[in-house]
């Protein structure tokens, strides 16, 4: 019991020092809660919807995805014929059966030619207005679509992109472009996170989705009462047979949930994975505080042991003040947690998803993981400082307190450093050499692995020698405050190199991740530079087909010498040796493909790849399944027939586009493949006549710009810039993530010197007593803060930089050959440190120049 | 009224005044209405330059408090104090600072010293500070004086509190202070050590000229001073030039019986 008093009353009298770690208990808390309640919110979202929006059971054509998706690689949807709706019918238990069409391979633009599809990345559905959907949604204003010039539009698209009734809409397909007006406008009952939906009139659906009448998508059907919907699916396919595909609402809402999930549970982890970083950097700043907070009550530990206590009580009197401290930092994350999530939320509102606090899901073990994640790692933090306060001497209580007797980084310590650094640099030196990528990642994680944690064991000893050479650079302009300032820093290396470290884990993974992300734009430039020898690039900007139309409109483009097209067909493998690999892709190309992108082959003439019923595989396939020139492979095309093509050259797998691709011509896959079910083109090609590039660049940005706004057309240099803006976006978001633990680490920064000024009092006071002025004195704190940061900013680009380049090295093997050191961000992030230790000197400046002198001197 | 002020006279070095510091009317409270509490009650004391002064006195006396407020420390809730013909009472605090770190040395009772910094860095911090360079001379002479000459690049942990204090002596006077203010220097120190260093203060003011303040409860110490202030209840009660031991404590025990009996 007295135990749990004076742990207490240590923690209440000593609260504005906890203040600090409390926080970063809190943020990292706060995070793990925030990830998991939207995650499930999202989650709450999404079921909600799907629930809502399919029917009893619902029909479609074998080959549409399980979640319903009504795309396909053709451009069209699959369809099932209007003659089953009869039979359907006429099935037991069945009250209502209706035919519907739908589309998300759709484009549809307004009268200016803008996209109206959500920039979430949401799709874009165009389809039937039907009853199933007239249950779900609830006409706001005009009515529904009627005839081929009315078109319905959802509510939160109507207002997104100010559309009235009456405004022109284009909706482009596969088929043509349709234009109708806005008839309509109707809300979703519940709440619809992004996609953004156009109703046509059933007719007008089909001719517009399929170029064809009595076709759906899918039918929709009802149960008779007291039918369950299994009992309907079986009586359906019974009726049917098993040449359809027919799901209850369950199984469509569980099969669309898992696509949704699959998504959110990158999302999830990554974002978990972000909140352990910050946990971690959280655990040197509990660590120093109660490191520090048991120095200075050696005194008074001491007295409690001479009176009596064992070594077990002060143990765990300092462990129970961690529990206290633990215990409150989560409850309040829990609570920051929630508002986070909501914050994500309207965050994701600005990025057109569209999710209501109606919806906010706080399952219980959101706050009981984020208790327990808070509360334990900060016990386990106060662990070893709890074990130092337990072996305070009795004694301790005689001794004038003076400076802790741990001011030398211990023998022991530095063995088990370097060893650990040094193993850690043999891993990364393995994975940089290491001629399999696999192999090679494990050496790299372990080498990532050992040398961080060897970093930090050896931080207090590269604290002593790093600051001694900063002191000597920096800190010798600034005279005697700087040497002050820097022997306050070496006072206690374990204290500064704990600090340090803490910010020496976030800055090295930002260093790693930017040298890995300029290593592959400039990898990839490279390459682009040595093999692509085409002009223009035309890509859908969701990564969709492109429609025959917007080709024939490259192809007549004024300036082009020659255009491309480029596509993907599935295919079951049948190789010589009798293998059957399932799930390939052949790139089907026009024979200028060759030209236009210079794949080294080991064996043959690629040109001769696009003959008549001839191919090319890689070389890695090549040798796994024995084949040669001449060889013959079966290619059981999944949309048509087999066929049986003969291997004309092997390409090189030392290459970085399209790397593992098989080659064959459009011609040769079209003789196999009927028309109807033939894919459409991903990517098209174009490339100007000599000279005339920059006038077929403007004029092929305009045919496209007019009519197929969805895509775009990029040179060169255009595509590379765009490469390296993705990159660049990737990096960006990284950073953002990793801020949490920079913040954190901040926060420890800030903690460190508030205690230190706390700690050292006396010296102020006599410091101030012998004439430093106010300012000197802040200046001393700051450029003390200064040092720290820096010196964390020093190892944690160092270390980055090395894995960085460790795993440039390793990832050469899968293309990324040239090593690009960004300096501008490496120097970037080490002058921002510093600015960032000023920063963090502010308030324990501030304080330590408001301490009264006399008060200073006189404190014990 | 209490007063310890001498007749001034003009000493004969640098046309400075006779007296290095001095205090007029000097109150110092603590606190308002009921619980106000006076620990100095309207002082005047000059200190004469060049000149050994102990001020002496039982616990709260104000003694402390008299120093803190003649060196700058503190404030004073009314009255003036003037270093040589700088009124300091009313400056701010970075004229004050910029007083203590160019005009005054110190010399606490314990921790005196910067940890971080060795024995010499120490003695030079107040010039340092200022941006001075020390006078190589002078400071030779210092820190001979205290006889540190082969501990100068020792940490403070790794001297005696002895040795300790005569570092502090030596910081006090390297930067040749108009004025010494030290607070029961000796009071942590045994009696030889003790000793040692109450002699180089001695020798500081006798060879070197210096003007020393210093508060203390020992009737030794504050018999190497010229001149003995007592404080009782914040005020001067009594002065003794050239004391010796005996008469010091002799005049103690009359304080105490004094304050028993009334």
Sequence with gaps: MTVLKTSLRNFLAHKGRMALSATAVLLSVAFVCGTLVFTDTMNTTFDKLFQATSSDVTVSAKGSSDSGETTSRTGKPPVVPASVLGRIRGAEGVRSAEGTVFSTSATVVDADKDKLSPSSGAPTIVGSWNGNDARTMEITSGTAPKGPDQVMVDADTADKHDLKLGDEIGVITAVGTHHARVSGVAAFKVTNPGAAIFYLDKKTAQRTLVGATGVYTNVNVTAAKGVTDEQLKKNVVAALGHGYKVQTAKEVAEANQKDVQSILNVMKYAMLGFAGIAFLVGIFLIINTFSMLVAQRTREIGLMRAIGSSRKQINRSVLVEALLLGVLGSVLGVGAGVGIAIGLMKLMGLMDMHLSTDDLTVAWTTPALGLLLGVVVTVLAAYLPARRAGKVSPMAALRDAGAPADARAGAVRAVIGLLLTAAGGGSLYAAAGADEAKAGSGWLGLGVLLTLIGFVVIGPLLAAGLVRVLGAVILRIFGPVGRMAERNALRNPRRTGATGAALMIGLALVACLSVVGSSMVASATDQLDKTVGTDFIVQDDNGKEIVPQAVEAIKKTPGLERVTEYRLLDATLTTPDGTVSKGESINAADPTYAQDLRTKTVAGDLADAYKPDSMSVFEGFAGKHGIKLGSTVAVDFADGRTARLTVRAITSDDVVIDKGAMYTSIATAARYVPADRMPLDDLVFATAADGREAGAYKALKAALHDDFPQYTVRDQTDYKQALKDQIGQLLNMIYGLLALAIIVAVLGVVNTLALSVVERTREIGLMRAIGLSRRQLRRMIRLESVVIAVFGALLGLGLGMGWGATAQKLLALEGLKVLEIPWPTITGVFIGSAFVGLFAALVPAFRAGRMNVLNAIATD | ?262
Excluded at chain 2, 1 to 7: D, G, L, N, R
Excluded at chain 2, 46 to 60: H, N
């Design chain 2, 1 to 262: 009224m209490t007063s310890a002020v001498t007749i001034p006279r003009h000493g004969g070095t640098g046309g400075r005044t006779a007296v290095a510091a001095r205090a007029r009317q000097v109150v110092k409270a603590y606190g308002s209405g009921e619980t106000r509490v006076v620990a100095l009650d309207h002082v005047d004391v000059d200190i004469v330059r060049g000149q050994f002064t102990a001020i002496m006195g039982p616990s709260g006396s104000g003694k402390s408090t008299l120093m803190h407020c003649l060196a700058g420390l503190d404030t004073v809730t009314g009255g003036q104090i003037y270093l040589d013909d700088t009124e300091i009472t009313g400056l701010k605090d970075k004229k004050l600072t910029q007083l203590r770190r160019d005009r005054i040395g110190f010399i606490f009772q314990a921790f005196n010293l910067l940890p971080t910094l060795n024995a010499i860095e120490n003695i030079t911090l107040p010039m340092d500070i200022a941006g001075r360079k020390p006078d190589r001379a002078w400071l030779d002479r210092v820190v001979e004086t205290v006889g540190l000459a082969g501990r100068l690049k020792h940490r403070p942990t790794q001297l005696s509190g002895g040795q300790q204090q005569r570092v502090a002596v030596a910081r006090a006077l390297a930067a040749r202070p108009e004025i010494i203010f030290g607070d029961e220097p000796t009071g942590n120190l045994d009696s030889r050590a003790g000793a040692e260093v109450l002699g180089f203060l001695r020798r500081s003011v006798d060879e070197l000229g210096q003007t020393i303040v210093m508060v203390t409860h020992d009737p030794v110490a504050a018999s190497y001073a010229d001149r003995v202030l007592y404080l009782a209840d914040g005020r001067i009660v009594d002065e003794m030039h050239q004391p010796t031991a005996d008469q010091v404590l002799d005049r103690m025990k009359d304080f105490d019986a004094r304050g028993r009996t009334s």
